[in-house]
Structures are given as C-alpha cells and as structure tokens.
C-alpha cells in the first residue's frame, strides 16, 4: 500500500534535523530517511551515544548537535533509521531500501539534506590497506570512539585536514607529519576578503588556535606539497611527497586523505535538477532560490548538499527551506513565513562572514593534483588514469562517453569516488574546464540493491507505469 506524506526529509544531519523538526511542530505529516541508523549525520555522528569523554574530545560544535537531536525526538517526527534512498523523481516519489525491503511513498514536498562529502582525489597507492580518508577516521571515532595505532600521515588541504590532526593530537595519536597541498604564498584574492572574515573571528580564532597547538607540539607540517603518494607493496609502509623540489619520506602506518569537502550531489543529478558549477571551489552544486527550491517545485535543497558552508549554515538552511514549505502548505501567511526568516537570514549571514576568506585560502587548483597513468582512478571497475588518456588519445571527447567505453563510474558508488578526478582528467587532456567536459549521468538505484529486493516492492495505488518501470528511469 502506497504511503503518502506532506513532506519527506532526505538525510538528518542539521539540516534535516532542524527542517524535519520544525515542520513537524507545525503540525506537518513529516517522514525524515536516513542511512544512518541513528540522527545526526556525519557532523554529529552517534552525539547521542557520545559519553562526556567523547563529548569534550569533539567540543562544543559537535555537542550542540545533542541539543538538535534531542529537540528532533522530543517532536516526535516519524524517523527511519537504516534507510537507502535509492530513486528521486520530479513528482514527490521516493523509492527508498530498509531491512532488505525496497518501498515506493510519495510526498508533497522532497527536503534533500545530503550534505557534504570528502573530495575524492586518486593519487599513487591510495588503494592500498592503510589508506583512508580523514573523514572516515572522524567517523569512526565518533561511531565507535576507535583510535589509531602507529604512525600517522595526513595529507591534503582544507580546515578539516587540520582539525583531525587536533583531533588526534589530543588522543596521543604520534604525527609523523601533516603536508598541506595548499600554496605556500596565500592567494592574492584571499587578503582583501579577511577584513570581512575578521568579523566573524570565532572561526578565524578557532583555526589560529588549532594551528598554534599542532606547532607547539613540534608536528612537522609542509605547505606547498606536491605528488603525493602512499608507499607500499601490500600495504601502506610509507608516504612520499616532494616540497620547493625537494623529496620528503615518511613511515607511516596510516595515511589519511582530505582535500577538502564537495556537496553530495547525487539525488539532485538523478532526479534532474539543474546544476551550477562553482569554478573556484571546482564543484557541481544544485541551483536553487534562496529557500532552498530547485527547478522543480517539488524539491529542495537544505544545508552543504546545495553548497558547502558548515554545519551551522545548514541548520540556517534546513529551517528556511521549511518555513516555504510550511507557507505553500498554508500553514502560515507570507508575512509570517518572512518574519520568522528574518533572523534565520540574518545569521545564515553573520556565520557566512569568514566563508569566502576560507574558500580563498583553500580553494583547489589543477596545480595541486597529479594524475600519475598507473594510478587506480576508478575503484569499483579497476580503471586507471592511462586507461582514460588512451580513450581521450582515441578521439573521445565527453565525460559520459569516457564513462561507457572504460566503465569509470559504472561501479557500485555510481562515479562518487572517481566522477571528480575523471572530469579533472578529462577537462586537463581538452585544455577545458572540468565543466565543459560534461557531468556524469546518474541513474537509479542510487545505491547498490538485489533485483530481488525491486521485483517484490509494493508500487502502491500509482501502479507499475509500465512493464519496464526501473528501466524507463535509465
């Protein structure tokens, strides 16, 4: 039997926490999806289960996501953990897989709050054991409060490559270094934007903290890193990497990885919003008005999934786009909808403050990367750079065409961890920007389901739309 909600929420990090909460207090029949199997997305991973250790290990920013998440449980909205959504469509319709059952519900309104995922970029023997990103070093602190063993690397760029070497640095982690790919001369760009940056100088004040810390502690940090690669026969033994031409070596039991976060796109490129490419940031971002609506009027987009602004941004977010909902659903005027934006708006600003200083002084370059031939570009299908170049050197000339010959991007992640670097690749061979190659298509399922799974849904009283209804979606 079909199920229908006035509005479903698709992921609760703070976004979705904050949008589904609300719409629920307003009296809304609200349903928020997670593949978590607990609220609070990555930025606030398991808070729930957080002791105090943990709790002050992360700070104060992680421990106001138990206030979101408690607020979330006290509104009682209708919450489903363990939940893969695996098809969007334009119309409200959500195909969704929980427990080894695929299910088909529809909504009047679509809040996707898919946040943020770690920049994946392929360099020489990221695929050994060993290596990982740093995100998922984060996560599985907080899920599990694991620490790693022996001598750790990390390497990359972005506030966040720093903040877990704080992390670390405060569990007795031993730092073997941190190289940073990020110029070691500040962009020009970056200097006239810090006055601004200046008055919002808790984020600024944080950084300075953060950075001052790791050099007391006598870690040895680089700038300015170059051809980084991860070192080993069967598993990671050692990091590599060049500096101002001179060669550097490490032992390193662990490496992790981060050159910095992109919004998570998929759900909008399936469903067919239109994307905008950010040409600094280099990343592909939903178009939306300033509440959150896409191109159809059906789905929105709430917190870093519709551009990359932190977590307190993506509460801001998530709470606009449900005060539209709310004003399309006639739960309340116009006036009302804007008065209650209005402070929303005004600290959605105030914490913007610092952001285009920050996406100045780390924003990727072409410079910053290298695509070594050898190098495993596609992990799902095995494809590498050279396999790509050959192709390009055959007269391909679009990314979706690269996709069909080589198989890069028809793997399980559906082009997450290659889709980048491929367009980087692409762009780099045709003198184009990344943008101008094109976007990979994403088709459904999103996530990797048994046919068994699609064969025995229930499509509800919307019927089966046809004999081939999962292959008309390709």
Not at 369 to 386: A, I, S
Request: hydrophobic fraction near 40%; aromatic fraction near 6%; charged fraction near 20%.
């Amino acid at each position: 039997m079909s199920r229908h909600y006035d509005v479903i929420v698709i992921g609760t990090g703070p976004a979705g926490l904050s949008a589904a909460t609300l719409l629920t207090k307003m009296g809304l029949n609200v349903l928020a999806l997670d593949e978590q199997q607990r609220p609070g997305g990555q930025i606030y991973r398991n808070v729930e289960g957080a002791g105090e250790a943990r709790l002050n290990l992360f700070g104060p920013d992680y421990s106001v996501g138990l206030e979101l998440v408690n607020e979330f449980r006290a509104a009682n909205v209708n919450y489903e953990g363990g939940a893969s959504v695996w098809q969007v469509e334009a119309d409200g319709r959500i195909c969704y897989s929980k427990d080894g059952k695929s299910s088909r519900i529809s909504a009047n309104y679509i809040i996707a709050a898919t946040g943020a995922m770690e920049r994946p970029v392929p360099i020489e023997g990221w695929t050994l054991p060993g290596v990982m990103g740093a995100g998922a070093a984060n996560n599985l602190a907080k899920e599990a409060g694991l620490t790693p063993k022996g001598k750790v690397v990390l390497a990359g760029s972005g506030p966040l490559l720093l903040l877990e070497a704080s992390i670390l640095l405060k569990k007795g982690v031993e730092i073997a270094a941190i190289l940073e790919t990020t110029d070691l001369i500040p962009p020009a760009d970056s200097v006239t934007k810090l006055p601004q940056a200046l008055m919002g100088w808790k984020l600024l004040y944080k950084g300075t903290t953060m950075l001052w810390e790791l050099q007391k502690a006598g870690i040895p940090h680089y700038r300015g890193v170059r051809n980084i690669r991860a070192l080993g026969a069967d598993a990671l033994s050692g990091v590599e990497a060049t500096v101002k031409g001179e060669t550097l070596n490490f032992d390193a039991d662990l490496l992790l990885l981060h050159f910095g976060v992109i919004p998570n796109t998929h759900i909008f490129r399936q469903a067919g919003c239109q994307m905008v490419w950010d040409e600094k940031l280099r990343y592909w971002y939903p178009s939306c008005d300033s509440w959150g609506r896409t191109n159809f009027e059906k789905i929105f987009a709430a917190g870093d999934g519709c551009r990359v602004h932190g977590a307190v941004a993506a509460r801001h977010k998530g709470t606009l786009a449900a005060l539209e909902i709310a004003c399309c659903l006639g739960m309340i005027p116009e006036s009302e909808r804007d008065d209650l934006a209005e402070p929303v708006l005004k600290a959605l600003r105030q914490d913007n403050l610092p952001r285009p200083f920050i996406d100045a002084m780390y924003a990727p370059k072409p410079s910053h990367f290298t695509f070594e031939n050898e190098t495993v570009l596609c992990r799902c299908e095995n494809v590498t750079v050279g396999d790509v170049r050959k192709v390009l050197d055959e007269g391909v000339r679009e990314l979706n065409e690269v996709k069909i010959i080589t198989r890069c991007g028809m793997g399980p992640c559906q082009g997450r961890m290659c889709g980048p670097a491929l367009a980087e690749i692409v762009g780099e061979y045709l003198s184009l920007e990344p943008d101008q190659a094109g976007l990979l298509v994403v088709r459904p399922p999103l996530k990797p389901i048994p046919l068994s799974e699609v064969a025995a849904m229930d499509l509800g009283d919307g019927g089966t739309d046809g004999g081939n209804w999962l292959l008309d979606k390709k």
